[in-house]
């Protein structure tokens, strides 16, 4: 059975410093990978996701993610963050042919402190 | 503007009720779901459908149903309300496998 797992609960981060949240996932070949970030009180967002080629991956808002087959990981990162960036962030999985279960981790909430 | 409505922000329902979520989306897409939302567990997925009649259980379908007699509906049943059944529950659908899914704005539901 397919499960992703987001190891940090929560993590604070000063604005202007880097931010990593990492992502793992069980599935039997490479799934489809996405980040979504759902801002408070807003809906799920997507940031980017992972089809196949290039194993870094450019998404919204200066996000970017990488993906290592060697470690099942699709870890997002960036560079320098902003305030607005204050949210909580969902990895997910998808499988690629006849299974159409769309399963995401338990969310990683991100605090930016000044 | 794609759009994905859940019928409802708020719900208060008794326990025993049987509560209806309802969902519809405007992009003619194949794919839906229904997660529920709670503190520390993520989205957790409920039920899935990806074509019309067809439904599939996700990784909590205990004590709930669902409908899709309509390309652009998908209905969650709660056929006995429980307090344990108290969440926000999240809609989605996608076009097709590694597509990008859109949410509704979700429905809380509390059961008392």
């Known amino acids: 059975a397919q499960s992703v797992t987001q190891p940090d609960i929560h993590i604070t981060v000063s604005e202007g410093a880097s931010l990593e949240l990492r992502c793992n996932y069980s599935y039997g070949a490479t799934p489809y990978l996405f980040w979504y970030v759902q801002s408070p009180g807003q809906g799920l967002q997507l940031l980017l996701k992972y089809f196949s080629g290039d194993t870094l991956v450019q998404g919204i808002k200066g996000f970017e993610a990488e993906f290592k087959r060697s470690q099942s990981s699709f870890n997002l990162r960036k560079p320098s963050v902003h305030w607005s960036d204050a949210a909580e962030y969902f990895c997910?999985?998808?499988?690629?042919?006849?299974?159409?279960?769309?399963?995401f981790g338990a969310g990683t909430t991100v605090t930016v402190r000044a | 503007d794609v759009k994905v409505t859940q019928s409802s922000r708020y719900l208060v329902k008794r326990t025993g009720e049987k509560v209806f979520l309802e969902c519809v989306q405007d992009?003619?897409?194949?794919?839906m779901f229904w997660y529920r939302q709670d503190p520390g567990l993520g989205l957790r997925l409920i039920y899935f459908s990806y074509d019309v009649k067809m439904k599939e259980k996700g990784d909590i379908p205990e004590g709930y149903s669902v409908s899709r007699e309509k390309k652009e509906r998908f209905s969650l049943i709660l056929e006995s309300a429980s307090t344990n059944q108290t969440s926000m529950y999240l809609c989605?659908?996608?076009?097709?496998?590694?597509?990008?899914?859109?949410f509704g704005q979700g429905t809380r539901l509390t059961v008392v």
């Open positions: 989605a659908s996608s076009s097709r496998l590694g597509t990008e899914a859109f």
């Open positions: 992009m003619d897409h194949e794919n």
């Open positions: 997910a999985v998808e499988g690629r042919s006849n299974d159409y279960k769309l399963s």
